[in-house]
């Protein structure tokens, strides 16, 4: 197993670069900067570098591990950028530039369609929050682009994380710009072609990340912070948790990772591993990256108090 994550400074710092570790007989390999944002040399001899963001890995069933992250001075000015590893995350190619307009998955994992395409959910930042979807069939060397859904006016989404429906459909579950809103949810029924106007479901998002996996036996999981940005106790990503749904409308609480006042927690991945095990990980604190592995099967769900988390 492979973890990556940016890591310098602070967010938006030049020296941000794109760290990896590896999960060997149950221990963490010590992090290893993979990807930075340096341009070129200056003449004063300093470096002209950008900050890195939002690593993304897929593990190909047929091919090499591919790393996708993003380069630039901010979300609303920067490019796509991936990478290739053949022994599991010990070393990596050369970086590359994915072309004009395209920026592969933006901060959630792709999925694997039946006709060999790797769908991306992905979005923009610039002329409002507008989600899009991305999809190669060659590990990145070519792509194609949906245009984006909505016009990013009235609703802002970005950061889409998918789940698959046993009729085939595809849900895509997104980040809201209100941080007092809803998790806002959009469908296809064509593999990903096209897709339903975006609509609030009955979840919180204080403007955070998410994200989410389709488990083996249909239902579905999700990482995010149930909360609101500027109201109520816990608030914005003071607390996150897991919540879990069959038809990926109707969620029950089922976890809570961690919850502090005046703290942290942010930016979930999750994946189920070949034993059914669900691995998740987030930003704790903006200091380190915490790993839970849940057996899903054990999982108590719970009823909702009013809407609000559960004590």
């Given at each position: 197993?492979?973890?990556?994550?940016?890591?310098?400074?602070?967010?938006?710092?030049?020296?941000v670069g794109i760290w990896v570790s590896r999960?060997?007989?149950?221990?963490?390999?010590?992090?290893?900067?993979?990807?930075?944002?340096?341009?070129?040399?200056?003449?004063?001899?300093?470096?002209?570098?950008?900050?890195?963001?939002?690593?993304?890995?897929?593990?190909?069933?047929?091919?090499?591990?591919?790393?996708?992250?993003?380069?630039?001075?901010?979300?609303?000015?920067?490019?796509?950028?991936?990478?290739?590893?053949?022994?599991?995350?010990?070393?990596?190619?050369?970086?590359?530039?994915?072309?004009?307009?395209?920026?592969?998955?933006?901060?959630?994992?792709?999925?694997?369609?039946?006709?060999?395409?790797?769908?991306?959910?992905?979005?923009?930042?610039?002329?409002?929050?507008?989600?899009?979807?991305?999809?190669?069939?060659?590990?990145?060397?070519?792509?194609?682009?949906?245009?984006?859904?909505?016009?990013?006016?009235?609703?802002?989404?970005?950061?889409?994380?998918?789940?698959?429906?046993?009729?085939?459909?595809?849900?895509?579950?997104?980040?809201?710009?209100?941080?007092?809103?809803?998790?806002?949810?959009?469908?296809?029924?064509?593999?990903?072609?096209?897709?339903?106007?975006?609509?609030?479901?009955?979840?919180?998002?204080?403007?955070?990340?998410?994200?989410?996996?389709?488990?083996?036996?249909?239902?579905?999981?999700?990482?995010y912070n149930h909360t609101h940005r500027n109201?109520?106790?816990?608030?914005?990503?003071?607390?996150?948790?897991?919540?879990?749904?069959?038809?990926?409308?109707?969620?029950?609480?089922?976890?809570?990772?961690?919850?502090?006042?005046?703290?942290?927690?942010s930016y979930p991945a999750v994946i189920q591993?070949?034993?059914?095990?669900?691995?998740?990980?987030?930003?704790?604190?903006?200091?380190?990256?915490?790993?839970?592995?849940?057996?899903?099967?054990?999982?108590?769900?719970?009823?909702?108090?009013?809407?609000?988390?559960?004590?």
């Amino acid at each position: 197993m492979v973890a990556a994550w940016f890591g310098g400074t602070e967010e938006k710092h030049q020296d941000v670069g794109i760290w990896v570790s590896r999960h060997i007989h149950g221990h963490w390999s010590e992090a290893v900067e993979v990807a930075n944002g340096i341009q070129h040399s200056l003449p004063d001899g300093t470096m002209h570098r950008h900050p890195t963001w939002n690593p993304v890995l897929f593990q190909s069933p047929d091919g090499p591990l591919l790393l996708f992250w993003k380069c630039g001075p901010a979300p609303d000015n920067w490019w796509g950028v991936m990478s290739e590893s053949g022994d599991n995350g010990t070393t990596w190619s050369m970086a590359r530039r994915l072309p004009e307009h395209i920026d592969g998955p933006v901060r959630n994992k792709p999925i694997l369609l039946q006709d060999g395409a790797l769908l991306c959910g992905s979005s923009t930042e610039f002329d409002g929050w507008r989600v899009h979807f991305e999809r190669t069939y060659d590990h990145g060397r070519t792509w194609q682009r949906t245009p984006a859904i909505h016009d990013g006016k009235k609703i802002g989404a970005i950061q889409p994380t998918f789940l698959q429906h046993p009729d085939g459909s595809i849900q895509a579950l997104c980040r809201n710009r209100d941080g007092d809103g809803q998790l806002l949810s959009t469908t296809s029924s064509d593999q990903g072609l096209t897709w339903s106007h975006l609509e609030a479901i009955n979840l919180p998002n204080p403007n955070s990340g998410i994200d989410a996996v389709t488990l083996e036996d249909g239902r579905h999981l999700l990482v995010y912070n149930h909360t609101h940005r500027n109201s109520g106790t816990p608030r914005g990503r003071e607390m996150i948790n897991v919540s879990v749904s069959e038809n990926g409308y109707d969620w029950k609480p089922a976890l809570t990772l961690d919850r502090e006042a005046q703290a942290e927690f942010s930016y979930p991945a999750v994946i189920q591993a070949a034993d059914g095990n669900v691995h998740i990980t987030y930003t704790w604190k903006r200091k380190k990256v915490r790993h839970f592995v849940v057996n899903a099967a054990s999982l108590t769900l719970q009823d909702w108090d009013g809407g609000a988390w559960p004590e």
